[in-house]
C-alpha cells in the first residue's frame, strides 16, 4: 500500500489542517480521538509505540512530538513507523538556532541527506511496503520534520532556521512576551522561505479565526476537550 500523506497533501492544497494533543495514553483512545474529524494527531513520545499505528490506521496523520533534540530521540520515534500510511513526522520542541534545526534535519534524513541509519521492520511495516530498501527510498520524500520556535533565542534567529532545508513548519508559541508582534514575525518569516506555521487554539471558535493566518491549527488536547465536554453537560443538567 502507498502512502497516502494526508497532511502533506493538504498543506500543499492550502487546505485548513486541525490537530490536537493527546495526553492520555492507550491505542483506544488513539483510535476514538481518530474518528472524529481531526487530521492530525500529536503524540508523546513515551507513548508512541501502539498509538502511532493506531491513529494511521484510522487514517489520521500522527505526529510523534520528541522530548529534544539528541539523534538517538528522533531515531526512536522514526523507527516505530512515525511517517506511515497517512503520512506524518515528528514535532522538536525548543529548536533555538539553525545549527539545531540542520542537526535535527541530518539526524531525520537516511544519506545522502542525513545521518539516520537504518534499523527498525516496523517502520516499513507501517508504509506498506516489504523491504528496508524500500522504505529507505521514501521515506526522505514523506516525512514531515516540524520544529517549535518557543524562546527569544529562537525568534531573534528566525530568519536564518526558516533557511534550513528539510524544516517544514514552525508551529509558533503562546507563550512568548509581545505575543503579537513575535508571532507576526515567525509567520512572515516562515513564509518568505516557503515554510508552513501552525499554532495551538484552545477551542473551535478560536481555531476557526486562526485558520485564516495559520497552515495547521492544534485544537486543545484530548484531556481539556474531555473536561469540557462533561463539565458542560453537568451545567445542563443541573439547570
Not at 97 to 120: L, M
Not at 164 to 192: C, D, H, M, Q
Request: aromatic fraction near 6%.
Amino acid at each position: 500500500m502507498a502512502p497516502t500523506l494526508r497532511l502533506q497533501n493538504a498543506l500543499k492544497q492550502q487546505q485548513p489542517v486541525f490537530a490536537t494533543f493527546m495526553a492520555l495514553k492507550g491505542m483506544r483512545t488513539a483510535q476514538v480521538v481518530a474518528h472524529t474529524g481531526l487530521d492530525v494527531r500529536n503524540i508523546d513520545d513515551s507513548d508512541m509505540h501502539d498509538m502511532v499505528s493506531s491513529v494511521a490506521n484510522s487514517g489520521v496523520s500522527p505526529i510523534v512530538r520528541i522530548r529534544g533534540t539528541s539523534g538517538p530521540l528522533i531515531k526512536r520515534a522514526l523507527d516505530t513507523g512515525a511517517h506511515p500510511i497517512s503520512q506524518s513526522g515528528i514535532l522538536v520542541p525548543m529548536v533555538n538556532t539553525a545549527a539545531d534545526a540542520r542537526s535535527i534535519v541530518s539526524f531525520a534524513k537516511f544519506p545522502q541527506v542525513g545521518v539516520r541509519g537504518q534499523g527498525s521492520s516496523f517502520a516499513c511495516f507501517e508504509l506498506g511496503l516489504a523491504t528496508p530498501s524500500e522504505y529507505v527510498a521514501k521515506a526522505n520524500e514523506s516525512l514531515l520534520t516540524m520544529i517549535q520556535i518557543e524562546s527569544v533565542e529562537a525568534l531573534e534567529n528566525i530568519d536564518e532556521i526558516c533557511q534550513v532545508e528539510g524544516i517544514g513548519y514552525t508551529p509558533a508559541n503562546w507563550s512568548e512576551p509581545l505575543f503579537s508582534e513575535a508571532i507576526e514575525k515567525i509567520v512572515t518569516t516562515a513564509r518568505k522561505y516557503g515554510k508552513k506555521t501552525g499554532i495551538l487554539a484552545t477551542d473551535g471558535e478560536h481555531a476557526k479565526r486562526l485558520k485564516k493566518q495559520f497552515d495547521l491549527v492544534a485544537i486543545s488536547t484530548d484531556v481539556r476537550a474531555l473536561q469540557a465536554w462533561y463539565g458542560k453537560q453537568i451545567e445542563l443538567a443541573n439547570m
